[in-house]
């Protein structure tokens, strides 16, 4: 989305793979295991964002885009919000009941504006006391996936290395559609392993199918120069911005069902801004769905129950209307 200083959004194919680190050394792809889908029931959180001085004559303290909320479901799960506003407590008992968690792109100071040292917002610390969570969960034999879009990847690895100069600049401004470059390792990962995973890694690699829409990314060089990065992510993929310059586009972490993209495969179903150009067509679509498709069933590894259906519905999406809004967001949700 569209930022305002500081504020954090979201190669040929030689040079991609020339630009990426040696494999992770346990040099194990299967990691971490995935166990058998033990649910057809899975509920998702997706942590929500501080509301935005843009969002003229609308009341509330944070908001969820409806596209994300609508691409989880698109996947076969349903949504529950994680409030950037919760206690700690709450977010805890939340996350331990939920089967997968979402970072949303948008628009959200990681830092506080001036802050000097930096000091992290509320956004950053709430994403990683979720993100620590989830990695201490896993640590405990409970498979828990989580994923980053845009805003979400970034955090993603301000989570992982806790610097601010993790972000770098880029020109990814006005939106643009784009095609990926991919690494040598994205084949044998495991959200591109099986033989519809290939076949849309070609699509991918073909065709200009995914939306950006960002100011800050991630450099491929910082994988090289800060081991606490290559050692938790796998690069799959790499874009470049109108200027040229290469970002990392996709990763998946080796130890962990965490994955993330610089790109926005929600919008390609669900948002319809015409001074966007967000691509719609079929092989679009069938991105989108392949990646909500592969979250969700991620999810459904994931063993984690409310005690019964209504402790949970309280905490259900279904409980608040969306806004349309028409324009950049066809849709938020907004929390009070």
Not at 14 to 33: F, G, I, T
Not at 35 to 56: C, H, N, W, Y
Not at 106 to 125: H, I
Not at 219 to 238: G, M, Q, R
């Amino acid at each position: 989305m569209r930022t305002i200083v500081p504020l954090l959004l979201c190669l040929s194919a030689v040079s991609a793979l020339e630009a990426q680190p040696p494999p992770h050394p346990n040099n194990d792809h299967s990691r971490p295991h995935q166990p058998p889908q033990i649910t057809d029931r899975p509920v998702i959180g997706i942590l929500t964002l501080p509301m935005e001085s843009g969002f003229a004559n609308i009341t509330g303290n944070s908001y969820i885009a409806g596209s994300y909320v609508y691409w989880a479901q698109q996947g076969g799960a349903r949504v529950v919000p994680l409030r950037v506003d919760h206690s700690w407590t709450e977010l805890e008992y939340l996350v331990r009941n939920l089967n997968g968690v979402l970072f949303t792109g948008g628009g959200a100071d990681m830092y506080v504006p001036g802050s000097n040292p930096p000091e992290m917002t509320s956004y950053q610390e709430t994403g990683c006391f979720i993100y620590n969570l989830i990695k201490r969960l896993n640590d405990q034999g409970i498979y828990y996936p989580l994923w980053g879009t845009c805003l979400g990847f970034q955090l993603l690895h301000q989570c992982a290395r806790s610097n601010i100069t993790t972000l770098q600049r880029f020109d990814g401004e006005p939106p643009y559609a784009q095609r990926n470059h991919f690494t040598r390792s994205a084949s044998h990962s495991r959200l591109f392993r099986s033989k519809p995973g290939h076949y849309m890694m070609d699509l991918m690699a073909e065709e200009n199918l995914q939306l950006l829409s960002h100011n800050f990314g991630i450099a491929p060089w910082e994988y090289k120069s800060f081991h606490n990065l290559s050692d938790t992510y796998n690069v799959l993929a790499t874009m470049q911005d109108r200027n040229g310059n290469s970002f990392v586009s996709i990763i998946e972490a080796w130890d962990y069902p965490i994955y993330g993209t610089q790109f926005h495969p929600e919008k390609n179903i669900y948002e319809w801004d015409i001074t966007v150009p967000i691509p719609h067509g079929k092989n679009a679509v069938r991105m989108a769905t392949y990646l909500a498709d592969f979250f969700a069933s991620e999810a459904r590894r994931n063993p984690n129950q409310f005690t019964t259906e209504e402790e949970l519905k309280p905490w259900l999406i279904y409980n608040w209307d969306p806004l349309f809004l028409d324009g950049y967001f066809n849709q938020i949700f907004t929390f009070l």
